[in-house]
């Protein structure tokens, strides 16, 4: 592993910088758990301009819209985004939708829909959990039933994050309910304007509001069908392990451990001496300095096995359960350090950090989100270790 990155990306990077400098003042940075109309419109404002640049999909290739570069590219640039706590806009489409139909998309499908997400012009959501369904992925029961140039979709998709912006879902259908069921599944890419498409509101713990999604004979023509008819779960499940760096996601948690850092050696919220005058805080702090550093090389690692050729796996899964649980771990410490003041919501005007501690506290109690830490758990074992299923 090279822990160096090349000048060009160094330059990259420091390129970058002046953009996030420049463009996202601290009034317009997210705060943890909480994310309002305003600022995930100033996120696609800002893609939009690094699009401009060609940086959004920094390392797609250019013919579908990308910059030319790699996955150590797109590492920096998830990662910065994340520390500038950019609002979140476009990462489906960018992480998984795009790379699936690069693989397994028809040529029109690549013309038609790659260049808008690299573009920054659309947002994506990802039909994939349905209410009887979640872990056990494969026993999906929403239904696509042919019928002469179009598929009929009937049934519901549920935890939709991001549905009451996104301009389409990607989503895994039922085709054959004969076949077993891993292999009776396709996939799609539905306009969420088509008729028939409604949605429920569905509130996140982490302020964000998801919805139901409902599916009534809606007809999708045969277009839509991204790869083989029946091979979609092979193909999605592929595709989902190409962008796993979970750089953004780090980036954005250590962002506010190290301004918590920096906030204990002031005054504390109460006008005593520093929190970091006490040796328990220090100590804690250096611990939780360790894990995020670990967590840090873990995603680094994805980034870097992805820029070689190799596709992780297990070892998407060891940065991502890692990195639940050390987030779960700084929530956690900085709660207790803090006392009462770490419960305050952002808008008190005691309230630390804007707000971000009572915040991350809230988004790290969800262990679910992209699979849950017991499914991680499994993956590490079965794959990453060899174990029987
Ligand atoms: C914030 C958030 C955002 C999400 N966004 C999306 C989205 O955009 N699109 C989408 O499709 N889905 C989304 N999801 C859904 C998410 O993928 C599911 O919550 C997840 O797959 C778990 O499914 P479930 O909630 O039905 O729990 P279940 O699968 O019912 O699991 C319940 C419990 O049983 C455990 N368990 C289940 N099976 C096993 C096993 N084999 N071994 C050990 N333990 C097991 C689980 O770990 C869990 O603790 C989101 C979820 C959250 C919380």
């Not at 940075?29 to 404002?45: D, K, P, S």
Request: negative net charge.
């Amino acid at each position: 592993m090279d822990f160096e990155f090349t000048p060009e990306q160094s330059q990259f990077r420091e390129e970058l910088r002046d953009f996030l400098r420049a463009e996202v003042p601290l009034e317009k940075q997210e705060v943890f758990g909480l994310l309002t109309e305003e600022q995930y419109q100033f996120g696609r404002e800002i893609n939009r301009k690094l699009a401009a640049r060609n940086w959004l999909a920094v390392g797609w290739p250019e013919e579908h819209g990308g910059g030319g570069k790699g996955p150590i590219e797109q590492g920096i640039l998830a990662e910065d985004l994340g520390y500038w706590r950019v609002p979140k806009s476009g990462s489906i489409g960018l992480g998984i939708v795009g790379p699936a139909i690069m693989v397994f998309g028809a040529q029109d499908q690549k013309e038609r829909f790659l260049r808008p997400i690299a573009k920054g012009e659309v947002e994506y959501c990802q039909g994939f959990s349905e209410p009887n369904v979640g872990s056990d992925l494969a026993s999906l029961e929403l239904r696509a039933e042919r019928d002469g140039d179009e598929y009929v979709l009937n049934g519901s998709k549920m935890f939709t994050s991001y549905a009451y912006h996104a301009d389409y879902m990607y989503l895994l259908a039922r085709t054959d309910p004969q076949a077993q069921k891993h292999r009776g599944i396709s996939l799609f890419i539905a306009d969420m304007k088509t008729p028939g498409i409604s949605l429920r509101p569905l509130p996140y713990i982490n302020g964000e509001m998801a919805a139901q999604t409902f599916f009534d004979n809606v007809r999708l023509p045969i277009s839509c069908l991204i790869g083989e008819e029946n091979r979609g779960w092979y193909h999605a499940m592929t595709t989902l392990d190409y962008e796993r760096s979970g750089l953004g996601r780090y980036a954005s948690v250590r962002r506010v451990f190290d301004d918590f850092a920096e906030f204990c050696q002031g005054p504390s919220p109460d006008g005593g001496r520093p929190l970091a005058g006490h040796p328990l805080v220090q100590r804690q702090l250096a611990q939780r300095r360790l894990g995020m550093e670990t967590w840090k090389l873990l995603c680094w690692n994805v980034a870097w096995m992805q820029s070689s050729g190799a596709v992780p796996n297990a070892e998407a899964s060891v940065a991502f359960l890692y990195g639940s649980e050390e987030r779960l771990r700084f929530a956690e410490m900085a709660m207790e350090v803090l006392g009462p003041y770490a419960t305050l919501r952002h808008g008190s005007p005691a309230a630390p950090l804007l707000g971000n501690i009572e915040g991350i506290h809230r988004e790290a109690m969800h262990l679910h989100g992209a699979g849950t830490n017991e499914i991680h758990r499994n993956i590490i074992a079965q794959r990453g270790l060899g174990m029987p299923r």
